[in-house]
């Protein structure tokens, strides 16, 4: 049984996210998205509430295999509190690999036995970023494309 881990802040949770999520799905037997508390970011959202929201949309594309859990620590201790080898991420560009491809090297000093699955973004995430959501929300921009509809209300509601 492969157990995969995908990790982030999802803040906010994305079209983009839920598509790799959804692809996670399909790749690997479980798949624990793990809402990572960070503390050099200041939120939009409460990491309870990007649970909340992320569960929902996860249950709305039938991912029985999928669950939702906050953590705050190092995301190779919750992988191996569980058992899971494999950590999930996905990448939009060069810049991302580049960031992402060091952090899994760091990864497996701290768990020799960790691996990382790099997933592409489909083209049509390739410009969704969550600096982009929070630059339109600040101008009350449409969103409607980068989020699905709970949470785009979510976050018009902080507005």
């Avoid at 990491?47 to 859990?69: C, F, G, M, N």
């Avoid at 494999?86 to 036995?113: A, C, M, P």
């Avoid at 699955?117 to 409607?144: A, H, N, Q």
Wanted: proline share 6%; hydrophobic share 40%.
């Amino acid at each position: 049984m492969i157990r995969a881990v995908f990790p982030g802040s999802f803040d906010p949770p994305t079209l983009g996210h839920l598509n790799i999520i959804s692809r996670g799905a399909v790749l690997f037997d479980s798949l624990d998205v793990v809402v990572a508390v960070n503390t050099r970011k200041t939120p939009l959202l409460k990491p309870q509430q990007i649970k909340i929201l992320l569960e929902e949309q996860i249950r709305d594309l039938r991912l029985s295999s999928v669950r939702v859990v906050v953590h705050n620590g190092l995301i190779v201790n919750y992988c191996r509190s569980i058992n899971a080898n494999v950590l999930l991420r996905g990448v939009r560009s060069s810049s991302d690999f580049n960031y992402e491809f060091e952090l899994s090297i760091l990864n497996k000093q701290l768990n020799g036995g960790m691996e990382t699955v790099f997933l592409p973004t489909e083209p049509r995430y390739l410009v969704l970023r969550s600096s982009t959501i929070k630059e339109l929300l600040k101008y009350r921009g449409d969103i409607s494309e980068m989020v699905p509809p709970a949470v785009e209300k979510a976050l018009f509601e902080l507005t």
